[in-house]
């Protein structure tokens, strides 16, 4: 199993120098918990903020802080200014065709929400089919089951292997021109499975249906195009990439949105308002009813701006030696069960022990100043699909190291040896 | 006479003081104590049985016994084992009066809050809710006999 990144062809430590140097950007990494240095391991959850980051946000409110886009005082202006250049740093990052593309919104799942029920309602009637694939998070389920519920219309699963792969076969399968929307996760949250997106996107639209890409657990770890992808729609969140919680972003085709019928309803969303009739702003801002998040936007662009000034490749690069590592030394621990062996992983280590319940070892780890995430990951019928109830796992992130796999690793042995009997 | 509940809190917490504040030690000396609790019976691991509200599954089964209650009780997390043993052992064979009224100041004093984080405090939390619901039933059965 420790090929398992061995297949990517660059799987090299970035230098303890070049780590030191990340590590010194990030304050929260330099603390104590319960007595220990901190190993923060819970970055497919959250990942960490850069100073950048932080200080953004506060410059934001002690400088430029007021209402955007209405304005006409310099404040404002300066506001708007901010909150577009996001924006266009996304449209960059993205490689979509233009910044009228990108909609902000809270996060994936309001970004998932919003396909639902705007595309959704006008474009899903009874008897069509939706299909997900079976390592979903809650949030690329649930909406698609309402909107099923709402409509008539039914929802297809794509099962996936004992490795956590989608077995594109049965996918196959599935598609047929009932077909109207499929919605996959390009990165699994729980096992870690990079998904053949591309494959996905060109078999859906041969039969004419539109895909939406939870790009959450990928934003930070993959280079991504989504006109190369040719996907209809891509979310993800901001928190999840160095950048502030309760921002995210919809991406999608212009000629989509275009169609599509606002989500929320309120003041910035309409082009013109009588008691009669009520006209609609153009896209994006025809999805962006209210005030929005404006300081977080305008903080999020420090976060791309960091991952940039490192890049996608050095940091996949760290991350994946990271995780073949973290693989080879998990599996020595006796009783150790990876789940989620796929060929392309992004670093996500999930595990299960014999006779030691998830639930322990998280809390026996955090004793040790370790950070990890237990349980069912929003992914109930994954688990279902392993017949376990949840998994321990650790996800890495560029800023974290060897060492930090190591004291994990040793927490762990001591945890087993005292556990099982 | 059995002990009092505030005299098995404070034997608690002499015992823990013990471990200085370390947590690690505390964690293992919670699961040494949920492994002297006695096994619960398979046919008693129902649903009906398991207290909502934490990440692990928690088992609390009643048994009264005259005018007072014994608690019988399992977990398939080690840790949230010794933690519903600490509170059998509280409540075990106190009136049901005594257990609706108990002040549970040793959760402070051993530091339970600090350590088990809210998750977990909160399914704690739920495990002595659930044992003074019992002990309600409890005691409007006995004052229904009277």
Redesign the interface.
Same mark, same amino acid.
Do not use: K
């Given at each position: 199993m420790s090929s398992i990144s061995a297949q990517h062809s660059d799987t090299t430590f970035a230098s303890s120098f070049e780590v030191q140097k990340i590590r010194e950007m990030f304050p929260i990494l330099h603390q104590e918990v319960n007595g220990k240095p901190l190993v923060y391991f819970d970055n497919a959850a959250t990942t960490q903020k850069p100073q950048s980051v932080i200080d953004a946000l506060n410059h934001y409110y002690t400088h430029d802080n007021a209402n955007i886009h209405r304005g006409i005082h310099t404040l404002a202006e300066r506001a708007t200014a901010a909150f577009e250049e996001t924006r266009q740093a996304i449209q960059a990052f993205l490689g979509a065709r233009e910044p009228e593309e990108i909609i902000f919104t809270k996060g994936t799942t309001d970004s998932i929400n919003l396909v639902a029920h705007s595309f959704g309602k006008a474009n899903v009637k009874e008897g069509d089919e939706i299909i997900i694939s079976a390592m979903e998070h809650h949030s690329n389920i649930v909406p698609w089951q309402i909107l099923c519920e709402d409509k008539g219309a039914k929802l297809k699963v794509i099962p996936v292997n004992e490795q956590g792969e989608i077995l594109i076969d049965e996918y196959q399968k599935l598609l047929s021109e009932k077909t109207k929307l499929v919605s996959v996760v390009y990165a699994s949250n729980s096992l870690g499975t990079i998904n053949p997106v591309k494959e996905i996107v060109d078999l859906a639209h041969s039969y004419g249906a539109v895909v939406v890409l939870d790009g959450a657990q990928a934003s930070a770890h993959l280079e991504i195009d989504v006109q190369e992808l040719n996907c209809d729609f891509f979310a993800l969140s901001a928190h999840k990439m160095y950048g502030p919680t309760g921002v995210g972003v919809l991406y999608g085709k212009r000629r989509l949105l275009e169609k599509m019928p606002p989500y929320q309803a309120g003041g910035e969303m309409i082009s013109n308002v009588s008691f009669e009739k009520t006209t609609y702003n153009d896209i994006p801002y025809k999805f962006e009813a209210g005030t929005p998040n404006i300081a977080d936007v305008v903080a999020f662009k420090q976060a791309i701006d960091f991952i940039q000034s490192i890049g996608k490749a050095k940091i996949q690069a760290h991350e994946q030696a990271l995780l073949a590592y973290a693989h080879q030394q998990l599996e020595q621990i006796p009783g150790l069960k990876i789940i989620g062996t796929a060929r392309e992983k992004v670093s996500v280590a999930s595990f299960v022990i014999d006779q030691v319940f998830h639930f322990d070892i998280g809390q026996m780890l955090d004793a040790r100043g370790i950070a990890i995430r237990t349980g069912h990951h929003c992914t109930q019928p994954l688990m279902d699909r392993y017949g376990i109830e949840g998994t321990a796992r650790a996800s890495f992130s560029v800023y974290n190291t060897k060492e930090e796999i190591d004291n994990l690793v040793e927490g762990l042995s001591k945890i087993v040896k005292m556990m099982r009997k | 006479m059995p002990e009092t509940i505030k005299e098995i809190q404070d034997e608690i917490i002499e015992e823990f003081s013990m471990l200085d504040g370390? /947590?690690?030690m505390?964690?293992?000396y919670i699961?040494e104590l949920g492994q002297k609790l006695p096994e619960l019976e398979e046919e008693n691991k129902t649903e009906d049985n398991i207290i909502k509200g934490c /990440?692990?599954k928690v088992w609390v089964v009643p048994v009264p016994e005259g005018e007072r209650l014994n608690f019988k009780a399992d977990s398939?997390?080690?840790?949230?084992k010794g933690l519903v043993s600490l509170l059998v052992r509280i409540f075990n064979h106190q009136k049901a009066e005594d257990i609706l009224n108990a002040d549970l100041y040793f959760i402070d004093k051993i530091g339970m809050n600090r350590f088990i984080?809210t998750q977990?405090s909160n399914g704690f939390g739920a495990m002595i809710k659930q044992i003074r619901l019992f002990a309600l039933v409890q005691k409007d059965r006995i004052e229904a006999t009277k």
């Open positions: - | 370390d /947590q690690e505390t964690n293992f699961m /990440q692990s398939n997390s080690a840790i949230t984080g977990r």
